[in-house]
């Protein structure tokens, strides 16, 4: 059975602080603004019952005296008038604030999201605790602002209860303590309610399953996954279990909310006895003429005021507790630290093509417990063009992953010109690497100019390397060819868009690679859709453009790494052969045997 999740005062202090402060981040004035209003629409009942009551006692005497000058009633009907006034300016003001803060909220809070998993890194982000958060986050991060809203709502439907309740205390205790004693019950119910419909949203089996069915829905909703599944015919095996899923989720939330409904139903009955009762004590007075037909009005309206005061109070309080028991899952992703620590040593734009050694390291990923890499080493002197090749699965990926710092390995250490990549300020790290991965991004909503620009959009655009780094991936004559050329838009689902083939669209993330241009270059095979012609070219491009730099290629591809001043073949995590194309070939190992099965592929063809 899971842990219950149990909140302090503390908690609930800390989280409502941080929320009210990313709304005042948001805006300032809608800050004060929604106060402001929440107050006097809870406080504007019980001013309009009392200047009415004054009214009608005023127009009763008038009539019994036969005296028909309304000028003693018109400073009263004034006083409404504005009381009416206020409400109208305030409602407008609530409306235009509310609809206002929608349209800042989207942005603000996906912005943060997005910015404080990228903070955190792919290393942090895998964990499946942190990914649990993440999905959480995605699903409650609208509820920040819930939550200060309700801390507004909370405040200004307890002033309203305190001034109600004084006034009716006095009238009458007993009406006072009823209407108390039905609202805890009602109180306590919801709260029970809504624990048990929080528990069973955020239990580890309903939060996983819920994962399984998020990916299931993206897939059959993604253009690019759609025609595979089409043409295989998974979509009612995907929709089953999709569907499945949330039939079981919705019973168990249905089970909850029809407890719920017959319990509420019948704490309601108690409420309206309650009500009713203490408008018959109020007749009575009336009758027994202890109190004005107008203080008959007043009193009735301060009981309804009194009754929804509380209610509202009760119901935020229970809304509240619920909203913040989620905000805390969002609160704690916040408050997540990356697992790759930032290094404090600053390292400026690389001058010479930096060496790299890597020393005895080991690595695994997280939750997993084969090791990828055991005490292994690796060195590459500056400005070598060094390439590593092997089989899937050997770990070549894993290599970049932990030279470009995503990861930190568990033991040992990778310096760069001597110095630990670990004390290195991480940006500063980035700055100085240019990588192409296999599963490379690439950018849709961009034009072709943009998709390379991104490559080294810390500097002003240069269009004329933008061209040049184009060329050089062989991708500058087709590029010329679409409607509008490089600001073509890479989506046909965007007006003046097109869909470029995989091939096109790898040779623009190559085209990024070269206009990057940065002192320490790793090129990890993202050509598997390009022809073997083109991907001949765009390497010999590499090696005579980035002739002053560090260059690490990864291939499966042995006819690519040809040229590469040193080859490191790997399997399974460890290095088994070393040295260059001659000196491997000459061996007739592993290398050797690899090189002349693709061979005889490429002549067979």
């Known amino acids: 059975m899971e842990k219950k999740k149990v909140l302090s005062l ?18 300032k004035f809608i800050s004060i603004t929604t106060l402001v209003t929440s107050i006097y629409s809870n406080l504007s009942g019980i001013f309009y019952s009392l200047v009415i009551a004054k009214i009608i006692d005023s127009l009763i005497q008038l009539s019994q005296s036969g005296n028909t000058e309304i000028k003693s009633v018109l400073s009263l009907v004034i006083l409404f008038a504005i009381i009416e006034l206020l409400s109208i300016i305030t409602d407008s003001v609530d409306r235009y604030s509310r609809r206002y803060k929608r349209r800042l909220v989207r942005s603000y809070l996906s912005r943060i999201e997005y910015q404080k998993i990228n903070e955190l ?3 942090t982000i895998q964990l499946p605790e942190v990914a649990n958060k993440i999905q959480k986050t995605s699903d409650w991060i609208w509820s920040v602002t819930d939550v200060s809203d309700t801390v507004v709502s909370l ?22 303590l009823g209407i108390l004693f039905v609202s805890a019950i009602s109180y306590i119910q919801k709260k029970t309610y809504l624990q048990k419909d929080f528990d069973w949203q955020t239990s580890d089996k309903n ?3 819920s994962k399984k069915a998020w990916w299931i829905q993206r897939s059959l909703t993604n253009p690019e996954e759609i025609d595979e599944i089409g043409l295989v015919g ?7 279990k999709f569907n499945d899923f949330y039939n079981y989720f919705n019973k168990g939330f249905e089970k909850i909310l029809r407890a719920e409904s017959i319990t509420g139903f019948f704490i309601e009955i108690g409420n309206l006895g309650v009500i009713v009762g203490g408008s018959i004590k109020i007749f009575t007075m009336v009758l027994n003429k202890d109190i004005s037909i107008g203080n008959t009005t007043f009193y009735l309206g301060t009981v309804k005021s009194f009754y929804g005061g509380i209610s509202n109070f009760l119901s935020n309080l229970v809304w509240f507790r619920d909203l913040v028991m989620k905000e805390k899952e969002v609160y704690d992703f916040f408050e997540l630290q990356s697992l790759v620590s930032d290094g404090h ?22 939750n997993a417990k084969r090791n990828i890499f055991k005490n292994f080493s690796l060195k590459i002197n500056s400005g070598d063009k060094v390439a590593i090749v092997g089989e899937n699965g050997a770990g070549k990926s894993t290599l970049v992953k932990l030279l470009c710092r995503l990861y930190d390995p568990q033991k040992g250490e990778i310096l760069v010109n001597g110095k630990p990549l670990k004390a290195l300020s991480l940006n500063d790290w980035y700055k100085n690497v240019g990588v192409l991965f296999q599963d490379y991004n690439f950018y849709g909503n961009l034009s072709v100019e943009e998709n390379i620009y991104i490559g080294k959009s810390i500097k002003k655009i240069n269009k004329k390397n933008i061209i040049k780094a184009s060329q050089n991936a062989d991708a500058h004559s087709f590029v010329l060819k679409y409607p509008l050329k490089y600001q073509t838009l890479m989506s046909e689902r965007l007006k003046e868009g097109i869909k470029p083939s995989k091939g096109q669209q790898q040779k623009i993330a190559i085209a990024r690679f070269f206009y990057r241009d940065a002192p320490f270059a790793i090129f990890d095979e993202p050509t598997s859709a390009i ?34 001043d040193k080859i490191f073949v790997i399997k399974e995590g460890k290095i088994v052969e070393q040295g260059n194309h001659k000196e491997l070939m000459e061996k007739k190992g592993l290398y050797f045997n690899n090189f002349n099965k693709q061979a005889q592929g490429y002549n067979s063809d």
């Open 531 to 564: 022809d073997s012609d083109s991907e001949f070219k765009i390497f010999n491009r590499i090696y005579n453009f980035f002739n002053n730099k560090t260059v690490v290629i990864i291939s499966h591809r042995f006819s690519t790494v040809r040229k590469a």
């Open 155 to 176: 405040m200004s439907s307890f002033i309203r209860s305190v001034v109600a309740g004084v006034i009716i205390f006095r009238f009458s205790p007993i009406i006072t």
């Open 121 to 123: 890194g792919i290393q």
């Open 10 to 27: 503390k908690d609930y202090f800390k989280i409502s602080m941080w929320s009210l402060k990313i709304n005042w981040d948001i805006s």
């Open 345 to 366: 040593i600053k390292l400026e734009r690389l001058l010479t093509p930096p060496s790299i050694e890597v020393k005895n390291i080991s690595f695994h990923y997280p």
């Open 234 to 240: 998974s979509f009612k095996f995907l929709d089953k």
């Open 207 to 209: 939060m996983e399953e």
